[in-house]
């Protein structure tokens, strides 16, 4: 079982940037795979990054790549995304998720792939 709990949200301005934290429980982090996600009001949850175990791979959809960064530091157990240049449509609530992976090096999109999920860190960008 693996505990995940978001921070770092806020409420910023366009251009600006913010810095999300995952911190997660247990002495297993480095057997999962990572990923961000995030759920505006009245769509679905859809993927922003992924890191693997060893964060050697990352992935990135296309709306953030360039602006975002995922990296993770295994010794303390906690996930970040760097969001850059923000957007009033970056606007969401933002989710960390792990999968417990055997692949070192593979990463993963979709939100059926993620095993634990956190609560949410709400990010709201003002034009």
């Known amino acids: 079982q693996v505990q995940l709990v978001e921070s770092g949200g806020g409420l910023v301005q366009a251009g600006d940037s913010l810095r999300l934290s995952c911190a997660a429980s247990?002495?297993?982090?480095?057997?999962?795979?990572m990923g961000w996600f995030r759920q505006a009001p009245g769509k679905e949850r859809e993927f922003v990054a992924a890191i693997s175990r060893g964060g050697g791979t990352t992935d990135y959809a296309d709306s953030v790549q360039g602006r975002f960064t995922i990296s993770r530091n295994n010794a303390k157990n906690t996930l970040y995304l760097q969001m850059n240049s923000l957007k009033p449509e970056d606007t969401a609530v933002y989710y960390c998720a792990a999968r417990n992976a055997l692949d070192y090096s593979r990463t993963y999109y979709a939100t059926n792939d993620y095993d634990y999920w956190g609560q949410g860190t709400q990010v709201t960008v003002s034009s």
């Open positions: 247990g002495r297993t982090f480095t057997m999962h795979t």
